[in-house]
RNA sequence: UGGGAUAUAGCCAAGUCGGUAAGGCAGCGGACUUUGACUCCGUCAUGCGCAGGUUCGAGUCCUGCUAUCCCAG
């Protein structure tokens, strides 16, 4: 709490961004790509680069967006044309050279299909956490290195810091815990946080706002982005459905003994925990427990239900070391905005990471990832296949 | 077509000696949110099967009708 309370009482930014110079290496100083999502965090971030000295490139990221539906996109989806547009004027207002680069087929490939694929199979997958791994931190990536950076650098609220001892590079929370990012980030590899700068992570959004209306940027007081960004609408049911043709094959609820209580729109309009949307008046509160794609079966169940014990998660990554050296005590987060909660992390013969609550947690859901910490320190995480009662 | 019971919002359901329609679920709206999750807040019957009657006043009493269920046929 102090810390944070500190953190308020220095000045928006005149004396880190002094504390924290680039390594000068040579006589250049050494090139930065800025992804710029054309809101405000981005546009900080290249800001705060600049201010202490790196050589910086902004570019904007075309994933998703047609050029005909830039009338309609609202505001505050994240890579739509207008987006483009602020984020140039942003490059503009902070004098960086700034390019458009063409994503689509390879967001499109490890990202949206993904994404519906999963849906399809009865999980509930995080697109964030895909597009930072494939896209922004490998191919993005790629393309900086072809244009002579050092660096990429996002917009994103989290801490990059290396670690003397052990020689890794380290992913830590931002400051401000409530817009922590590094659940969407733990599946960073070790050369790719080695080249990838996080200024945000030091700041609070208040201060970030601060800056930006200082600094007079077009975007100062644009809203934050909420939504999948390729799906804008946020009906995202009916994205899936048109995205590869088919139509959701309706199907049975079932109550925990698999007596059939009425009829779901198909599997793919479902994540485990869900409440609202089943149509289901059975005079006390109900949640999808369980997702049987199979079966094409929905299972509905109490909050007693619903309840996990711990649960295995698959596709791991650990940032602090290579494996997780043994049963580890960690803090957990399941879901994107859970709270992190106590529990142990420990390997499976089969490889697998088994995970252990201290006390039971809600709607364990397949699909999502599990993300374990030390305190602030990101120790790593994985896909969550299945709960453990 | 003998007897009994019940008919209150989409579902369940309270409603006392007649006094001016609880609550839950669902739905809807909003807050929160980098997942249509959770959570939280707000909203949701000028009307109680239909038609009459009694009364200052009826969901509550009376009459008739209709529907459904149960028992006997």
Not at 35 to 47: C, E, F, I, K
Not at 210 to 229: H, R, T
Not at 282 to 302: F, Q
Not at 352 to 369: E, H, I, M, N
Request: aromatic share 8%; net charge neutral.
């Amino acid at each position: 709490m102090s810390k944070s309370a500190s953190q308020h009482e220095k000045n928006t930014s005149q004396n880190k961004t002094a504390a924290s110079s680039p390594p000068m290496t040579a006589s250049r100083p050494p090139r930065v790509l800025v992804g710029m999502s054309g809101g405000v965090d981005s546009a900080v971030a290249a800001y705060l680069l600049k201010e202490q000295g790196y050589d910086v490139i902004g570019v904007t990221m075309q994933i998703w967006q047609d050029e005909r539906e830039d009338e309609h996109t609202p505001e505050s989806s994240c890579c739509s044309l207008s987006a483009v547009e602020d984020a140039r004027r942003v490059a503009q207002t902070l004098d960086i050279p700034f390019y458009v680069m063409n994503f689509k087929d390879y967001f499109r490939e490890t990202v949206i299909d993904y994404f519906v694929r999963e849906y399809r199979a009865g999980r509930t997958p995080n697109p964030c956490i895909a597009c930072n791994r494939y896209v922004k931190f490998e191919e993005l990536m790629r393309r900086a290195r072809l244009m002579g950076c050092e660096y990429v650098a996002t917009g994103h609220y989290a801490l990059i810091e290396a670690d003397p001892a052990t020689g890794r590079t380290l992913l830590k929370k931002s400051v401000t815990d409530r817009k922590d990012q590094t659940y969407a980030l733990y599946q960073m590899t070790q050369e790719q946080l080695r080249h990838t700068l996080m200024p945000l992570g030091r700041y609070h959004k208040e201060d970030i706002r601060l800056i930006a209306a200082g600094l007079k940027l077009p975007v100062a007081d644009k809203a934050e982005s909420q939504e999948i960004c390729f799906v804008p609408d946020n009906n995202y049911g009916r994205f899936i459905e048109e995205y590869d043709g088919t139509i959701a094959e309706k199907g049975l609820f079932k109550d925990q003994t698999g007596t059939p209580v009425g009829t779901h729109k198909g599997v793919i309009h479902y994540t485990v925990g869900q409440r609202k949307g089943l149509g289901l008046a059975m005079g006390t509160p109900v949640y999808v427990t369980d997702i049987l794609p199979d079966r094409n079966e929905v299972r509905i169940g109490s909050q007693e239900d619903l309840m996990a014990s711990g649960l295995f998660a698959g596709d791991l990554n650990f940032i602090p070391y290579n494996t997780l050296p043994a049963t580890t005590r960690v803090t957990v987060k399941i879901r994107y905005n859970a709270t992190a909660v106590p529990g142990t992390g420990a390997l499976t013969e089969d490889g697998r990471l088994q995970v252990l609550f201290d006390a039971p947690q809600k709607a364990v859901t397949p699909g999502q990832s599990v993300v374990l910490y030390d305190g602030d320190l990101v120790v790593g995480g994985g896909v969550i296949q299945e709960r453990i009662r």
